[in-house]
């Protein structure tokens, strides 16, 4: 089957408007973008149509288009090129074909999905490796429309599964592999299966995960950022009271003890290297401002954990009673982090009950003070530390035995908070 037959076989001939006065005037052939159509693989489809062999010369085409005749930069975003061409709003065209929604944070003070800084930040990611596709899709769209695409929901970070046919998705392994149709990367057989196993995926977080994940790129709804956080934060600390034996200082703590690890590293590499008590700044400190709020897909990763029992509606949720009686965090001041770092020797374990048992907040505090855990550390190589923070000449120190300098030196370095008169 050619590829411009492709393009207009199975029922799928567009009532052309906008866009095939576009094709007109360009001598470009205009295909259909279909439901749930990842952009990227309608790039590809679109570039192939018009005997463009690879991204590269594709895009320098179209680039070349909107710079000479509708006097826009060089890199104008794909997205707001397309919605040009077919005669779309930008902002359904990035809430529908593209990863934005997804990756960019809810607390995006207003922004809107088409800003082109965002697009151009955004517009063009992958949240996977590479583009993936399911088979059983596929020969269904092969037999109904006479071409395979790539599906945006396939390309979501989590989602190992189709969730029509419940079958793996396989994963293209070449560079660029979106301007190909998955058809071809099929038949050449250039891709690789994914290494979750059905029992893993039916994970009630990940379920809860994926759940979430569907319903909001149907709804889209507004999300009331903060008040969310606060519900999150308050059930981290329930959670941990409610379970005494299991002490969770940060809702990544909690992430890792209670999602299936081979899935949580592959998807959110950042837990790779996490270390119990030790934060991750985009979980972590979604309230502090210290870094960026959360990406969506880390926010329902969140709740997935947390609140399993939620629905989407959770986004949006504001009951001003309920916020108004959640606790608020005490938090302490510098000279009451510095005297508990002292009196746990830094072990960050001891530090994180004592404020649970208290029902304070402080655990942030200390990182933002810049004070280390400890708690690995040898007896000797601890008192050195504090004995230098309480005025022992570095001479005399440095003649002890079983100190690991490396740590003695790196505490110093970033424990500045120590050594003021507190």
């Not at 996977?128 to 429309?145: A, G, R, S, T």
């Not at 070449?174 to 301007?179: F, G, I, M, P």
């Not at 200082?249 to 909690?254: A, G, L, M, P, T």
Request: proline share 5%; charged share 20%; hydrophobic share 40%.
């Amino acid at each position: 089957m050619s590829q411009l037959a492709e393009a207009i076989t199975g029922g799928a001939i567009e009532s052309y408007t906008e866009d095939i006065k576009f094709g007109k005037q360009f001598s470009l052939i205009i295909p259909i973008l279909m439901p749930d159509e990842f952009l990227l693989g309608y790039f590809g489809r679109f570039g192939l149509l018009n005997g463009h062999p690879n991204y590269t010369t594709a895009k320098r085409k179209i680039n070349s288009i909107f710079t000479n005749h509708f006097h826009k930069e060089y890199q104008h975003p794909l997205a707001l090129q397309f919605a040009h061409i077919l005669n779309l709003d930008p902002e359904k065209i990035v809430a529908n074909h593209t990863l934005v929604p997804i990756l960019r944070s809810p607390d995006h003070k207003n922004i809107p999905s088409d800003d082109v800084k965002l697009l151009k930040a955004m517009g063009y990611s992958l949240a996977k490796p590479n583009v993936c596709f399911c088979e059983n899709c596929l020969f269904e769209d092969l037999n109904l429309i006479g071409h395979s695409y790539w599906r945006r929901f396939h390309q979501i970070h989590g989602v190992d599964f189709c969730s029509k046919h419940r079958t793996p998705l396989l994963m293209a392994i070449d560079e660029n592999a979106h301007y190909q149709s998955p058809y071809k990367i099929w038949k050449s057989g250039k891709f690789s299966k994914q290494s979750i196993t059905p029992s893993e995926y039916d994970h009630p977080v990940i379920k809860k995960y994926i759940e979430l994940t569907e319903d909001y790129l149907g709804t889209q709804t507004a999300i009331n950022y903060m008040d969310l956080i606060r519900i999150l934060d308050h059930r981290k600390l329930t959670n941990s009271i409610a379970n005494p034996l299991i002490r969770h200082s940060f809702i990544s703590d909690y992430i890792v003890d209670n999602t299936p690890n081979k899935w949580l590293v592959e998807h959110f590499p950042m837990f790779k290297i996490k270390v119990k008590n030790i934060p991750i700044f985009r979980i972590d400190f979604a309230t502090d401002k210290i870094e960026q709020a959360p990406s969506l897909s880390n926010l329902l990763l969140m709740i997935a954990n947390l609140m399993p029992e939620a629905t989407i509606q959770i986004l949006q949720y504001k009951n001003e009673l309920f916020l108004n009686a959640l606790p608020r965090r005490v938090t302490i001041g510098k000279s009451t982090a510095v005297h508990l770092y002292k009196k746990y020797g830094g072990n960050y374990s001891q530090i994180s009950e004592e404020l649970t048992k208290l029902k304070i907040g402080g655990m942030h505090f200390l990182y933002r003070l810049g004070l280390p855990p400890l708690d690995d550390f040898n007896d000797a190589t601890l008192k050195a530390i504090f004995d230098f923070f309480d005025g022992t000449s570095m001479i005399n120190i440095m003649q002890r035995k079983s100190v690991n300098f490396i740590a003695l030196e790196t505490v110093i370095r970033n424990s500045s908070p120590l050594k003021t008169n507190v």
